[in-house]
């Protein structure tokens, strides 16, 4: 495990996605407003992370891989800031384009003593014009060659249209690349010609069309979602429960969770589909970069917030 690791730094990684903002403001509580039954936050502290598929992008910047980002941002402070953050953790922003009909996405989150409180958003989530899926076309068409593997990450802004998705599915063909997708959304259908996708269980059984409650119904889930969507890989994460994965021709593999303790598991789905991507870019078979997915999502899950692990941590964790 520990020499596909090693490789990381070696490997080019290309996300596509939903570009967002993620920001936290810090507090305490002790009263309760006198003009209506809500707490009264006072605010100590505020910060700002990388959210949507720039978590994605965080995560493989983190674990020292080389990563460009392509997608859109809004005109305004919120859409200058985003370019900066991607900038600061060395992500290559090329492919970043400015659409002045869209807000940059901005999730609020108030935390009062360790506990998620409220969450307001700011965003826009119709669908991106013709004009715009063609600059995105042609920014992939710059880069998609001298990458060693894709992931998209969809949160449902409106980016990756089912054109869209079919434009990025054709482009990872003809230079034959692989593409791993994060889904959102019931219908899967959009994501043929990927390689793998990373649903949770609810989202997993939201697209399968029927309830998961047993080992037994996630894994009928599963082989149909893999039989209606003509997918070589698929990896239903399950919560503490770990994850399964299912490959073409192969019985499932179910990994048990490494995580000690549980504070967020927001962002989590991130890191798994990061460290699953790095792996399988590092030469590792699915197994293996299941397995180390499954060790980094233990580890993320013990942060608070839209956390990142580094290759040490990593390392240890599968001691």
Not at 131 to 150: D, G, P, T, W, Y
Not at 184 to 203: C, H, Q, S, V
Request: proline share 3%; with cysteine.
């Amino acid at each position: 495990m520990k020499h596909w690791i090693d490789q990381f730094s070696k490997c080019r990684m290309l996300v596509i996605g939903d570009c967002m903002i993620d920001e936290y403001v810090w507090g305490s509580v002790d009263r309760i407003s006198p003009e209506a039954p809500v707490p009264v936050v006072a605010v100590k502290r505020d910060n700002a992370t990388l959210g949507g598929a720039g978590n994605v992008v965080n995560n493989l910047a983190a674990l020292k891989s080389n990563v460009t980002i392509i997608g859109t941002y809004g005109s305004g402070e919120n859409g200058r800031r985003l370019k900066k953050m991607f900038e600061s953790v060395g992500a290559n922003t090329d492919g970043l384009a400015r659409d002045k009909s869209r807000a940059t996405t901005l999730k609020t989150r108030i935390m009062a003593s360790q506990q998620h409180v409220l969450r307001i958003d700011r965003e826009t989530s119709h669908p991106v014009n013709g004009k715009m899926v063609e600059l995105i076309a042609k920014n992939i068409s710059n880069c998609i060659q001298s990458m060693h593997l894709i992931i998209v990450s969809d949160y449902g802004k409106g980016l990756l249209t089912p054109e869209m998705l079919k434009t990025i599915m054709q482009l990872a063909k003809d230079h034959k690349k692989a593409v791993l997708v994060d889904p959102k959304g019931f219908n899967y259908e959009k994501y043929r010609g990927a390689d793998l996708i990373t649903p949770n269980r609810k989202e997993a059984a939201q697209a399968a069309n029927f309830d998961i409650k047993d080992m037994s119904q996630l894994i009928n889930a599963g082989q149909l979602l893999m039989k209606n969507v003509g997918l070589p890989g698929l990896l239903i994460t399950c919560g503490q429960d770990g994850m399964v994965l299912f490959e073409h021709g192969k019985a499932p593999y179910h990994i048990e969770t490494r995580a000690q303790q549980v504070f967020d598991v927001s962002g989590a789905g991130d890191t798994v589909i990061s460290v699953m991507g790095l792996a399988l870019a590092a030469g590792a078979g699915y197994r293996e970069s299941a397995t180390l997915a499954n060790a980094a999502a233990g580890l993320v899950v013990g942060k608070v917030g839209t956390a990142t692990i580094s290759q040490d941590e990593l390392r240890d964790a599968i001691l």
